[in-house]
């Protein structure tokens, strides 16, 4: 009887099936190019969500995912995260977080955009 070698998880951290309303901002020199998606799953380190059109390996973008808690109760939070597509198909990509923040639903993104 042959073995079977188990599979070794390369990423740090758990992901967590979540699915939530998500906005990508890409920035190209004065171009913005913007998208909507859903994510997929989130962990720590990363996030995997859909996307409109395929995306570029390396490309750095802002991700914005509508947060399912809220500021005391009644003020809507979103998790804003930057970082690098890691992985990308058709339909799918992955973001490694290499920052992020919450913010309040109200507010402006970086670079003048709004949400």
């Known amino acids: 009887m042959q073995r079977v070698k188990p599979i070794l ?8 099936p979540i699915e ?3 906005r990508y901002k890409i ?3 004065k171009a913005v190019i913007l998208g909507v998606g859903k994510t997929v799953d989130i962990s720590s380190s990363g996030i995997r969500f859909t996307t409109e059109s ?12 509508s ?8 003020c809507p939070l979103k998790l804003v ?10 339909k799918t990509a992955s973001l490694a977080i290499e920052k992020y923040e919450f913010r309040t639903q ?5 670079n003048g955009g709004s949400s």
């Not at 947060?67 to 009644?74: I, R, V």
């Not at 109200?106 to 970086?110: D, I, N, P, Y």
């Open 9 to 16: 998880e390369r990423r740090s951290s758990g992901r967590f």
């Open 20 to 22: 939530r309303d998500a």
């Open 27 to 29: 920035v190209e020199g």
């Open 54 to 65: 395929p995306l570029q390996m390396g490309r750095r973008l802002e991700l914005s995912v």
């Open 67 to 74: 947060w399912p808690a809220q500021l005391n109760n009644g």
């Open 81 to 90: 995260a930057l970082g690098r597509v890691v992985r990308c198909d058709n």
């Open 106 to 110: 109200g507010r402006t993104l970086a």
